[in-house]
């Protein structure tokens, strides 16, 4: 069956610092990937997303490339802010199926 | 505004006293779920919905009962909530049930605990 593992948090940096967040996963077929982020007290909201093998996902200053031959697809951001404080998911979904396997969740604090 | 709703957004309750969480959407979409967050389990789908009248089991559906009446409509039930159902709750939406590149919606989350 289809998995995503996360890097393990919680993660914590400086202000301006370069952020990588790693995520792989396992499924059969070519999945579309995607990333979410849950700010404190809210419920997700769709950060950036890939559908196909070295398609690039950004927004918000975020990145991430879909890598199917290392079957990863990780979140990077060259300069994070305080406003980047939130917990990042990592989730696939097959074509045909609406279903979302999520990886269980990266805490990323940012101090000034 | 386009928006997942859900209510309430905390309840406390003890074992066995049955609760309904209410889920609405106002974007006419044909799928929606239910997933539980647990810590080191990131969100696990409990039911879903391709549309009215259409629900199936998720990964983890012990303990739960849904229905779809109404297309914008998808109350979760649990009949005797036990403490391991002590979870934050999160209702989702999308267009299709074909899944690919569409964007799955959340509600802000229910936090029930069961003392």
């Known amino acids: 069956g289809n998995s995503v593992t996360q890097m393990e948090g919680p993660v914590t940096l400086s202000e301006e610092a370069f952020l990588t967040i790693n995520c792989t996963y396992t499924a059969t077929g070519y999945p579309s990937l995607f990333w979410y982020v849950q700010y404190p007290g809210e419920g997700l909201q769709l950060l950036l997303k890939?559908?196909?093998?070295?398609d690039k996902g950004s927004n918000k200053g975020f990145e991430a490339t879909y890598r199917k031959e290392t079957t990863s697809f990780h979140l990077e951001k060259g300069s994070v802010q305080v406003s980047d404080s939130a917990v990042y998911f990592c989730?696939?979904?097959?074509?045909?199926?609406?279903?979302?396997?999520f990886g269980t969740g990266t805490r990323l604090t940012i101090i000034p | 505004e386009a928006q997942v709703t859900q209510n309430p957004r905390y309840l406390i309750t003890v074992t066995g006293k049955k609760l309904t969480v209410t889920c609405s959407q106002n974007m006419n979409h044909e799928y929606m779920s239910w997933y539980r967050q647990d810590p080191g389990l990131g969100l696990r789908q409990i039911y879903y919905s391709m549309n009215v009248e259409v629900t199936d089991k998720g990964d983890v559906p012990e303990g739960y009962k849904v229905s779809r009446k109404e297309k914008r409509n998808f109350p979760l039930i649990l009949e005797s909530p036990s403490p391991n159902q002590t979870s934050l709750y999160f209702c989702?939406?999308?267009?299709?049930?074909?899944?690919?590149?569409?964007?799955?919606?959340f509600g802000p989350g229910t936090r029930l605990t069961v003392l």
């Open positions: 890939a559908t196909k093998a070295d």
């Open positions: 989730a696939l979904r097959n074509f045909g199926n609406e279903k979302l396997t």
């Open positions: 989702a939406s999308s267009l299709t049930g074909t899944g690919g590149s569409n964007e799955q919606f």
